[in-house]
């Protein structure tokens, strides 16, 4: 069993930053993508960001160059930079572990970002 456990959330108005951080109790830990995906009020949960243990990343078209994904596979620990931040961007974001050989995944609780206009 993996544990994520995400902080950094928080109130912020638009065009400010925050950084959330996830982290993991997983062994291996670069055996696993990671994601952030986020879910506003009525919306479908989506995946925002990812990186490979090997540091690939791919991020949805409404973020690029405004954040930023990254890891230490060292301190197990993932990264969401999130710049020029909108009110769009206001949902619970989650953190996402997949291991990439046996597809298990696991989830954190998740971190509220608020962004004011």
């Known amino acids: 069993q993996v544990q994520l456990v995400e902080s950094g959330g928080g109130f912020v108005q638009a065009g400010g930053s925050l950084r959330l951080s996830c982290a993991a109790s997983?062994?291996?830990?670069?055996?696993?993508?990671v994601g952030w995906y986020r879910q506003a009020p009525g919306k479908q949960r989506e995946l925002v960001a990812a990186i490979t243990g090997g540091l690939s990343t791919n991020y949805i078209d409404s973020v690029k160059g405004r954040f930023s994904i990254s890891r230490d596979n060292t301190k197990r620990m993932t990264y969401l930079q999130m710049n020029s931040l909108k009110p769009e961007d206001t949902a619970v974001y989650y953190c996402?572990?997949?291991?990439?050989?046996?597809?298990?995944?696991?989830w954190g609780q998740g971190t509220q970002v608020t962004v004011s206009s």
């Open positions: 997983a062994s291996f830990f670069h055996f696993y993508t």
């Open positions: 996402n572990a997949n291991h990439r050989l046996t597809a298990a995944q696991y």
